[in-house]
């Protein structure tokens, strides 16, 4: 009898550990489902077996999602102003059907905070897609779309470790902007820029979402051999971008790790003290 009991409480103790590494395991690898534990949340596999029967919603700049998205998604920016009213009217279209949420990728919050914000303004079944467009575009090719074309090749999609070797600090940046073959890009928005150009005459303005003028620069970076430098506000769409550069051809360039903010911090602990 003791034996048996001692067996029984073995087993309850390993299933417990097992249990707890496992929700550990998830915890790391996706960590705004603590933050948000209110937000139901899909899986990858669970959201291709149900995709023909929920709307899908992107929740990404608008630059991104024309990037890489999954095929079929709406584009609802999160940071747009009408973000709540047209989530209102795509719940009263869709009345029975549930509204999947996605954004970059797990460790992106964007997913959460828009299924968040939806259950506060009482918009109901909204669900997060939390392992985001790059395990999806990874693992489903047929159903994504990169650069306005589907399937996509896999091999095409950037790695963290590619990106990264695009990266310089804003020291490196600066040291690199200062030469005659370089030609500086200011990728921000109206409402981010100053009123000033900071690097001067080899300074130009292209909003990521202008594809005429961007390319135009593109294509002037590469036909006289420039090398291009390129910066946002915090270095968080840098990535994206490096999908249209690569698919101009272009392998001269490089992007400002942490943006401008970066480079405002740098400044201010060289003569702040």
């Known amino acids: 009898m003791r034996r048996v009991q001692f067996l029984s409480i073995i087993s309850i103790l390993t299933l417990q550990l097992l249990s707890t590494s496992a929700f550990s395991k998830t915890d ?13 949340v899909i899986e990858l596999e669970e959201l291709h077996k149900q995709k023909s029967q929920v709307v899908v919603v992107d929740v990404r700049s608008k630059y991104e999602y024309k990037t890489l998205r999954i095929k ?6 999160l940071a747009s102003p009408d973000f709540i009213s047209r989530m209102s009217a795509l719940r009263k279209e869709h009345a029975s059907k549930s509204i999947v949420v996605y954004c970059n990728g797990k ?6 905070k828009a299924a968040s914000k939806c259950r506060k303004k009482n918009i109901n079944n909204v669900i997060a897609y939390d392992a985001g467009v790059m395990d999806w575009a990874r693992q489903y090719p047929d159903e994504s779309v ?8 896999p091999n095409r999609l950037i790695s963290k470790a590619n990106f990264k070797k695009h990266l310089i600090t ?8 200062a030469r005659k073959d370089s030609l500086i890009l200011d990728v921000r928005d109206q409402f981010q820029r100053e009123g000033i ?15 005429k003028m961007m390319n135009q620069f593109i294509h002037q970076a590469k036909t006289k051999g420039k090398t291009l430098l390129i910066y946002d506000q915090a270095g968080k769409q ?3 971008l490096m999908y249209r550069l690569e ?12 943006g401008i903010s970066a480079y405002y911090d740098n400044l201010r602990k060289q003569y702040i003290r």
């Open 107 to 112: 460790t992106c919050m964007k997913s959460y």
């Open 247 to 258: 698919d101009k051809g272009l392998k001269n360039y490089y992007f400002m790790k942490g």
């Open 238 to 240: 840098a990535r994206w």
């Open 28 to 40: 790391s690898e996706f960590p705004g489902r603590k933050l948000y534990l209110a937000v139901p």
């Open 197 to 211: 150009s900071i690097f001067g005459a080899q300074e130009r303005r292209a909003p990521l979402d202008d594809n």
């Open 170 to 177: 804003p020291e490196k940046f600066e040291e690199k902007g």
């Open 72 to 77: 079929g998604a709406i584009n609802i920016p």
């Open 146 to 153: 990169l650069l306005g074309k589907s399937p996509i090749n």
